[in-house]
């Protein structure tokens, strides 16, 4: 994490030798002799280095408008400098999750030393470096400390993996539960599945078990292709662009990831989403070579299935302990459905 310094208010001759990764000057401004790399901010909000080209943006997003027009510039310039307002941490939180894989850079305004910590490690990685007054020893002091640590942590952070949304694994049932009764989604497609195929779907971002959908005839009721008994509301289920959203949250026109036991193949659109009250089981499953556990609340009833190995679609009214079934397993965390480099546990 970078440290820099805000000299864009004064005049550039009149600073005095800093430790700072970087000087942050007014354009036009003279530059100091031990300054070897200035960047230069422009009133229009453009962030230029020394050869006048622009490389970042600087952007209020003390309101909605400001952080989506932050946001926009994400993936397109190098840096994006942040002032925040009233609202701090879930702007800034937002914007580190948007920028991660990017490319781009963020850089936190900070006016006060409560509001270093926040920023260094907003959803665990932080921002990438803090514009700083130049007349607060106290400020820089504390910054200088907060660095050391994030530096500590960040070889931590290189060694965490981006959940990979393509792969399903065998994983083992390890307990099943009387899950008590409440709102079951039921999500019924656009289009028809075929045998094999279903949802990913769980109580945890880290372990989604494939939900096979309502494809096989039975005597008692006609197949619904179309159709995944989802469960819970509370579930995360993967979207077509790889983010997760709530069961709860689905809406017709919502396009979802539709997986087989090879991993994702497709996505789907949602028609509708039914939710009743249900009789519920937990089906408790672990990945041995992870570690990772997951759990996820399903209807009581024969016509939910899961994927198993050998090829068969059990419903989970005739699962047993030591079981294995199909899901997706992975060691990141979510943040508004977002995959991030973080770490979250969720039982």
């Known amino acids: 994490m970078e440290l820099w310094l805000d000299a864009a208010s004064g005049n550039g001759a009149t600073l005095q030798p800093h430790p700072a990764d970087r000087v942050l000057l007014a354009a036009g401004d003279n530059i100091p002799d031990w300054v070897e790399s200035p960047l230069f901010a422009c009133e229009d909000g453009r962030i230029l280095d020394s050869s006048t080209s622009p490389i970042g943006i600087h952007v209020d997003i003390s309101d909605a408008e400001g952080q989506d027009a932050a946001k926009s510039m994400v993936g397109m310039v190098s840096w ?159 979207m077509a662009d790889g983010t997760t959203k709530y069961l709860s949250e689905l809406q017709a026109g919502d396009s979802v990831a539709v997986s087989t036991c090879e991993g994702v193949i497709g996505n789907a659109i949602v028609g509708r989403v039914k939710i009743e009250s249900r009789p519920f089981l937990i089906v408790r499953f672990a990945h041995t070579e992870s570690g990772i556990s997951g759990q996820t609340f399903l209807q009581q009833a024969e016509t939910v299935r899961l994927v198993s190995p050998s090829g068969d679609m059990p419903s989970v009214t005739s699962i047993q302990v030591g079981d294995r079934v199909f899901a997706h397993v992975g060691s990141s965390a979510r943040h508004i459905g977002k995959d991030i480099l973080s770490t979250a546990e969720e039982h």
């Open 80 to 238: 994006v400098v942040m002032t925040t307002g009233d609202w701090q941490m879930i702007p800034l939180e937002n914007l580190v999750a948007a920028a991660q894989g990017t490319g781009t850079r963020l850089v936190a305004r900070i006016d006060n030393e409560q509001a270093i910590r926040g920023a260094a490690f907003a959803l665990q990685t932080g921002v990438d470096g803090l514009l700083l007054p130049i007349d607060d020893a106290e400020i820089w002091a504390n910054a200088q400390v907060i660095a050391a640590e994030r530096m500590a942590t960040d070889s931590k952070a290189d060694e965490v993996s981006l959940f990979d949304e393509s792969t399903v694994t065998s994983v083992e049932i390890v307990a099943i539960e009387d899950g008590g009764f409440g709102d079951r989604a039921c999500v019924d497609l656009t289009s028809n599945l075929e045998v094999g195929q279903g949802m990913l779907v769980g109580s945890s971002a880290s372990a989604l078990v494939l939900i096979h959908g309502e494809t096989l005839d039975s005597e008692f009721v006609p197949p619904r292709p179309f159709r995944v008994n989802a469960g819970a509301v509370h579930a995360y289920v993967l």
